[in-house]
C-alpha cells in the first residue's frame, strides 16, 4: 500500500500570509505512460464533506479559487494558499490514486494565526 | 445540481449488518465510478471501496474486505454497500462520492455527499 504523510498535523497562519501544505508519498504516484501525477487535494471544513480542490497534482478544480494551488511530481507535492482567507480554515487531504488501496494523508489543520 | 444522499445508517450491534444506499442526482449515473468513503469520530479519511461505471470492477480497503459489499442499481441511480460483521472500529460517518470517470483511469473524487453516521455499540 502507498503511505501517504503529510508532515503537520497543524498550521497556524495570519490572515494574507502564505500557507504551504506537505504531503509525502512512499512511492511515485508519477504514471510513466502519461506523465501524471494521481494525487488529489481535499478541503473539509468543519461539519462538512470533503471538497476537491486539485487533481493530477496542480489542475485546480472548477470553481476553486486561485489562491489554491498545487506542485511537485514523484513522492513530494505541496498544496499552497497564497493569502490566507478566513474561509480557508479547514483540515486539508492529500489522496494518491495511483493504485488500490486508495489512501489518503492524515490530514492538516490549518488555522488563523 | 449534483447531489448524492445516503440513507439506512444507525446503530447497530458488534456481528451486526446494514445496508447503506446513496440516491443519486443531476448527472447520469451509470457513467460514473463511485466511492464509499468513511471518516471515524474526530478522526481522518479513510477509503472504503470503489465500483466501475457498470459494476463489473469493484475494489475494496484490507480493512473491510470480506466483509463489505459495494454494488450498484443504474437504473434506479442508486449505489449500496452492504456492510457485514461489523466491529466497533467500523463505527463512522460513510461518505458517497462520484469519480469523474467511468474507470480507474481516474480515481479521485469529484463529489461528496453529506454523509451517514453508522454506530457499532452494544
Known amino acids: 500500500d502507498i503511505v501517504m504523510t503529510q508532515s503537520l498535523g497543524s498550521l497556524a497562519v495570519s490572515l494574507g500570509e502564505r500557507a504551504t501544505i506537505n504531503c509525502k508519498s512512499s512511492q511515485s504516484v508519477l504514471y510513466s505512460s502519461n506523465n501524471k501525477n494521481y494525487l488529489a487535494w481535499y478541503q473539509q471544513r468543519p461539519g462538512q464533506p470533503p471538497k476537491l480542490l486539485i487533481y493530477?497534482?496542480?489542475t485546480r478544480e472548477s470553481g476553486v479559487p486561485d489562491r489554491f494551488s498545487g506542485s511537485g511530481s514523484g513522492t513530494d507535492f505541496t498544496l499552497t494558499i497564497s493569502s490566507l482567507q478566513a474561509e480557508d480554515v479547514a483540515v486539508y487531504y492529500c489522496?494518491?490514486?495511483?493504485?488500490?488501496?486508495?489512501?489518503f494523508g492524515q490530514g492538516t489543520r490549518l488555522e488563523i494565526k | 445540481q449534483v447531489q448524492v444522499v445516503v440513507s439506512g445508517g444507525g446503530v447497530v450491534q458488534p456481528g451486526g449488518s446494514l445496508r447503506l444506499s446513496c440516491a443519486a442526482s443531476?448527472?447520469?449515473?451509470?457513467?460514473?465510478?463511485m466511492h464509499w468513503v468513511r471518516q471515524a469520530p474526530d478522526k481522518g479519511l479513510e477509503w472504503v471501496a470503489v465500483?466501475?461505471?457498470?459494476?463489473?470492477?469493484?475494489y475494496y480497503a484490507d480493512s473491510v474486505k470480506g466483509r463489505f459489499t459495494v454494488s450498484r442499481d443504474n437504473s434506479k441511480s442508486t449505489l449500496y454497500l452492504d456492510v457485514n460483521s461489523l466491529r466497533t472500529e467500523d463505527t463512522a460517518v460513510y461518505y458517497c462520492?462520484?469519480?469523474?470517470?467511468?474507470?480507474?483511469?481516474?480515481?479521485?473524487?469529484?463529489?461528496w455527499g453529506q454523509g451517514i453516521l453508522v454506530t457499532v455499540s452494544s
Open positions: 443531476g448527472f447520469t449515473f451509470s457513467n460514473y465510478a
Open positions: 465500483i466501475s461505471y457498470d459494476g463489473s470492477n469493484k
Open positions: 462520492a462520484k469519480a469523474p470517470r467511468m474507470d480507474s483511469s481516474a480515481w479521485y473524487e469529484d463529489f
Open positions: 489522496q494518491q490514486y495511483y493504485s488500490t488501496p486508495i489512501t
Open positions: 493530477w497534482a496542480s
